[in-house]
């Protein structure tokens, strides 16, 4: 069984279908040479200020809204490897909602960029991933 997408809409954001996700998560994990046919299932969820805000105190202890959190649960080879939630409303001009699922896929496959973002690892990896599909579309 390969890899499945849910996506969870829970704030009528309708600009990220399940295709794209899949076609994002794929691009990402394929760029971590990760093995698609073998990962678990993945799922997005697009959650208004105050809900992400929540998840943000509830388990990071900051409490301010974010653009996204990424919680793993089995891993990229589990039965479930985990949940991206994305706050729309919360997401920055430069980063936009299809990024940050890219970035949140980086985090549930262990990769993470401590507090310098722009000068890590994770960032050249995001940023090679948002190139490819850019160029996928012409």
Known sequence: PSMSVAVVDEMGYDRLDQE?????????FSKLDLDLDQIGEVSVAL???????DLNLKFRNKDNPTDVLSFEVDGPYGEMVGEVVICPPCASPEMGVEELVVHGALHLAGMDHGQDFESSEMAGVQGAVMGELRDEEG
């Open 20 to 28: 794209t996700a899949y076609r994002l998560f794929a691009a990402t």
């Open 47 to 53: 959650v208004d200020t105050k809900t992400i805000r």
